[in-house]
């Protein structure tokens, strides 16, 4: 049996989609998992499908999608990425080669050709070491500032994703995501790291606590000392094994660029840069995007959110944007009452208060840069007295939790 290959395919005009795709099916073995027109949407099919070969047709200006293909060539060097173009100028063929393209195609397709390049891609993929069998993604909610509400927009994000989920605490020696999560947990990441070298599917399991069916918390330690013996090292292997077993880990680091941090930050795919719109939290921001501009870090991994907004402030958005030099990708309104009351709760807000405002900007955040959230129910939550009473319950257990 020939070998199975797939492909995903990237084309602003229909044509040629179906001329590659037409091409493709004339080989035993290759399948083509999706196709598109829009570089942003297909990235992440690419990102979890994982195909052996992207196919990308370029149009009358191919600059856009030269720098996709750049952009994948750096990514996923075990994808073979192939240019296919109607313009075959030395020009055209060189740049897609400069660009990271392992082959080039001259449209129409001519079949002999085809044949040619696609064994010489059937070759390629068959040295290729074999993919993981899961990547989940790591999203860092950070702050080089504290109080701007990191870990709120932490735990809502985690808790609005619809897919099996990590919140993991790396405030190592003053996490309290517990808290938030209305949970206490008897393990925490000192265990994992402990006993990295032998961790399996149960063992991990015994090391989380779970909060709902879809997010479980890795907690920070309960004591103090045994933080210290935590290198940047293990938080690499940590996430490592997070990553291997579920869909997505959210991370709460601290609000320094220390090493256990950094180890978080690097390995992130999605860094939320949370503010609020004050002065000192502008400022170190800006800092912040200067130093992952030092560390090399991707701007398009960086997303700036600003917590706490509210249209009384005095301050020009757009001024704030020009001097971060960055847009601002989402925006969580000020409402005290509603967040420290969930707070409180131990109860996060896109699931106990899911029609409230923050929890719809939340959820959106969510579903920007995680994929799929869970819905908001369709009718408001009744409140009686009943409810107040529950609440009273809630807030005093999680007292004695505290205490
Ligand atoms: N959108 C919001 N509107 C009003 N208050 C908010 C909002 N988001 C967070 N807060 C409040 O800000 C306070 C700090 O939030 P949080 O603990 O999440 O911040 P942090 O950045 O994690 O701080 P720390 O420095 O303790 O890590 C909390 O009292 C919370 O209720
Ligand atoms: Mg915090």
Redesign the pocket.
């Known amino acids: 049996m020939s070998q199975q290959l797939t492909f995903v395919i990237l084309s602003a005009g229909m044509e040629s989609f179906r001329e590659l795709r037409a091409a493709l099916a004339t080989q035993e073995g290759a399948r083509v998992l999706v196709g598109g027109d829009d570089a942003e949407q297909v990235y992440p099919e690419i990102e979890r499908l994982a195909p052996n070969a992207v196919v990308i047709a370029l149009g009358a200006e191919p600059e856009a999608s030269l720098r996709f293909v750049e952009r994948l060539a750096r990514e996923f060097p075990r994808t073979a990425v192939i240019c296919a173009a109607r313009d075959s100028s030395p020009d055209t063929i060189l740049r897609s080669i400069r660009a990271g393209a392992r082959e080039f195609l001259r449209l129409p397709v001519r079949p002999e050709e085809f044949a040619t390049v696609y064994q010489r891609t059937a070759e390629f993929c068959a040295v290729q070491p074999e993919t993981p069998k899961k990547r989940g993604r790591v999203i860092s909610v950070f702050?080089s500032k504290?109080?701007?509400?990191?870990?709120?927009v932490a735990t809502n994000v985690a808790a609005a994703i619809s897919q099996p989920t990590v919140l993991l605490d790396l405030?190592l020696q003053a996490g309290d995501l517990g808290l938030f999560l209305g949970v206490e947990p008897k393990f925490s990441i000192a265990d994992l790291v402990e006993n990295r070298e032998r961790v399996d599917d149960t063992l991990l399991r015994s090391y989380l606590t779970p909060h709902t069916s879809n997010l479980s918390l890795l907690a920070a330690p309960r004591e103090a000392d045994s933080a210290d013996d935590i290198e940047a090292e293990h938080v690499f292997q940590v996430l490592e094994i997070l990553r291997e077993r579920f869909e997505y880990v959210v991370v709460d680091p601290q609000?320094t660029f220390d090493s256990i941090t950094l180890a978080a930050l690097d390995q992130s795919d999605e860094i939320l840069l949370v503010l609020t719109l004050d002065i000192p939290a502008i400022r170190s921001t800006q800092r912040a995007l200067q130093i992952f501009d030092r560390l090399g870090y991707p701007r398009h991994k960086l997303h700036v959110v600003v917590?706490?907004f509210s249209k009384q402030i005095d301050l020009d958005l757009r001024q704030v944007e020009r001097f971060l030099g960055e847009r601002v990708a989402g925006y969580?309104?000020?409402?005290?009452r509603t967040?420290?009351n969930s707070?409180n709760l131990g109860q996060p807000l896109v699931t106990s208060e899911p029609q409230s405002k923050?929890a719809t900007e939340l959820r959106q955040i969510a579903a920007r840069f995680c994929g799929g959230v869970q819905p908001a129910p369709a009718e408001p939550r009744r409140r009686g007295l009943g409810s107040f009473f529950k609440k009273e319950k809630a807030v005093n257990s999680q007292l004695s939790a505290a205490s």
């Open positions: 702050s504290g109080g701007t509400g990191t870990t709120f405030n609000h917590n706490r969580v309104q000020s409402d005290y967040a420290v707070i923050i």
